[in-house]
T-cell receptor
Framework: ETGVTQSPTHLIKTRGQQVTLRCSSQSGHNTVSWYQQALGQGPQFIFQYYREEENGRGNFPPRFSGLQFPNYSSELNVNALELDDSALYLC????????????FGPGTRLTVT | DQQVKQNSPSLSVQEGRISILNCDYTNSMFDYFLWYKKYPAEGPTFLISISSIKDKNEDGRFTVFLNKSAKHLSLHIVPSQPGDSAVYFCAADYMGRRALTFGSGTRLQVQP
């Protein structure tokens, strides 16, 4: 069984630029959630996708957007990058039904300069 | 407003002894709680969970206790092993949203 994978591992962008992060969910999982983890803090929920539709959103501005594809892989897009967007971005997948556990990928470390 | 709080940033225990990690929450709607372990440069790894209809769940060396009236849960690791050294996050969810609210984490160090 393949776990959750994310790409790239690290990324450096300049303020004002746009970035796309990618996630492949665990086999059989149809729900993908994205989290932002700033240094020294716990992950914060950005949004979730279920069957290619956004299915819940945390307290993040619209410049954070996403997509889910028919194979349940997902993208996180961030426009007009700000310095405070520097963080570890985590993708988590879950299978739905009666299982509430989410399984996380290794994350993408984004640095905005 | 932090809805899930882990008030101890760090904890150090001797190998073989019990590790107790604590977590408090404020949102009465939370009905599912999870513990994750995180090593550097890796994503959080699911450890154990508990539904609000239970007060205890056990899996090997890991036991989670839930006190709903106190809005408090704890993770017990017995016996602690050096490989348990990591950051532990408490997380909460409600109504099956799968949109977790995390605490800020507790760094556990198990001394050989």
């Amino acid at each position: 069984e393949t776990g959750v994978t994310q790409s790239p591992t690290h990324l450096i962008k300049t303020r004002g630029q746009q970035v796309t992060l990618r996630c492949s969910s665990q086999s059989g999982h149809n729900t993908v959630s994205w989290y932002q983890q700033a240094l020294g803090q716990g992950p914060q929920f950005i949004f979730q996708y279920y069957r290619e539709e956004e299915n819940g959103r945390g307290n993040f501005p619209p410049r954070f957007s996403g997509l889910q594809f028919p194979n349940y892989s997902s993208e996180l897009n961030v426009n007009a990058l700000e310095l405070d967007d520097s963080a570890l971005y985590l993708c988590a997948s879950s299978s739905g039904g009666n299982s509430y556990e989410q399984y996380f990928g290794p994350g993408t470390r984004l640095t905005v300069t | 407003d932090q809805q899930v709080k882990q008030n101890s940033p760090s904890l150090s225990v001797q190998e073989g002894r019990i590790s107790i990690l604590n977590c408090d929450y404020t949102n009465s709607m939370f009905d599912y709680f999870l513990w994750y372990k995180k090593y550097p440069a890796e994503g959080p790894t699911f450890l154990i969970s508990i539904s609000s209809i239970k007060d205890k769940n056990e899996d090997g060396r890991f036991t989670v206790f839930l006190n709903k009236s106190a809005k408090h849960l704890s993770l017990h690791i017995v016996p602690s092993q050096p490989g348990d050294s990591a950051v532990y996050f408490c997380a909460a969810d409600y109504m099956g949203r799968r949109a977790l609210t995390f605490g800020s984490g507790t760094r556990l160090q198990v001394q050989p």
